[in-house]
């Protein structure tokens, strides 16, 4: 597939998981859920290299690093996210996290050395302000007490193991190890972490038996973890974590949109103001810098200097 195909599908799915995790809300412990999650997808994946002869076999030095992966992409991130919605609401929880854009951009320059044009920090930003804009009732009306800011702390700390968990991916494709095999370990060990996580706590492992629970369990295994993940990792290592990060300030415009159909969500200019500086910052940050040289070829003459991105 190309970047363009690639990044379609991740938003698309990830943007339409948000319908899916609502059903895995509920008496089903969020760490039980997460490990039924990504085990089921580990099992996927782990069938699909079988099926494949692609090779499951790493030695002790990378299942370390695997199991930091599977911890900071598969697991903790997830479980604190759940957690920061107990505090705050959905809105703000999805502009904390959109924030990983930035954060992706300080870790690939602190890990990969990646200069990154004025272009991707003025994108992000107007993508971020757009996010910001749509949800500006719900924010409007929160009250930032002691509440809000632990929910907030722990969105920031799950953005800071997500975007650890973008880069030991990064990592792992540039010493050569395959995304499939090291993605299946990744979701193995991160659905362990939680089963782990789950038995500490003294909570026991339910499991819904609702239609709504297996099917959207279902959903995000294949489609929202499989299928998503394989996707996002791979443009990670073909277009960089500041541009392949983007996409998480999609979501909301894709969730927005679908709510409209499912929810019959009303819009307001808030919205449409919001979408529209959200689908700007997408076209600044992932226009092609061959495609914006035509129109200012002075401004984009490469420099001697600093290597454009």
């Known amino acids: 597939m190309n970047n363009s195909l690639l990044y379609l599908i991740t938003v698309l799915i990830w943007g339409s998981t948000w319908i899916a995790i609502n059903y895995q809300l509920g008496d089903v412990a969020h760490e039980a859920s997460l490990s039924y999650r990504f085990g089921l997808a580990a099992l996927i994946l782990f069938a699909y290299c079988k099926l494949k002869n692609q090779s499951l076999r790493f030695n002790a030095k990378q299942h370390l690093q695997l ?3 599977g911890m900071t992409l598969f697991s903790c991130n997830y479980y604190l996210l759940y957690n920061a919605q107990q505090y705050i609401n959905s809105a703000l929880t999805c502009i904390a ?3 990983i854009l930035f954060v992706n951009i300080i870790n690939a320059r602190l890990w990969y050395q990646t200069k990154i044009t004025i272009r991707a920090y003025l994108g992000g930003a107007i993508g ?7 949800f500006w009732p719900e924010v409007h009306q929160t009250t930032f007490d002691h509440q809000a800011i632990l929910g907030l702390a722990l969105c920031f700390i799950a953005t800071l193991f997500a975007s650890t968990g ?3 991916s990064m990592r792992n494709q540039k010493q050569g190890l395959a995304l499939l095999p090291t993605t299946f370990w990744g979701m ?3 659905a362990l972490f939680m089963a782990l996580m ?5 909570k026991p492992f339910i499991f819904s038996m609702t239609f709504s629970y297996i099917s959207s369990l279902i959903y995000l ?3 929202g973890s499989v299928v998503a993940f394989t996707c996002y990792l791979t443009l990670l290592n073909n277009i960089g974590a500041h541009k392949a990060s983007y996409s998480t300030i999609m979501f909301p415009a894709v969730a927005v949109i679908i709510s409209t159909f499912v929810e019959n969500f009303q819009w307001s200019g808030f919205t449409f103001f919001g979408l529209l500086l959200i689908f700007i910052g997408n076209i600044i940050v992932l226009t092609p810098t061959k495609i914006l040289q035509r ?6 003459q490469t420099s001697n200097t600093a290597k454009v991105v």
């Open 166 to 168: 973008n880069m030991l």
């Open 97 to 99: 996290f959109s924030l």
């Open 198 to 202: 789950n038995i500490v706590q003294g």
């Open 188 to 190: 193995f060990y991160g």
């Open 221 to 223: 295994a294949v489609f």
């Open 295 to 300: 129109f200012n070829p002075r401004f984009y």
């Open 67 to 69: 199991i930091l992966f």
């Open 128 to 134: 971020i302000l757009g996010i910001v804009t749509l």
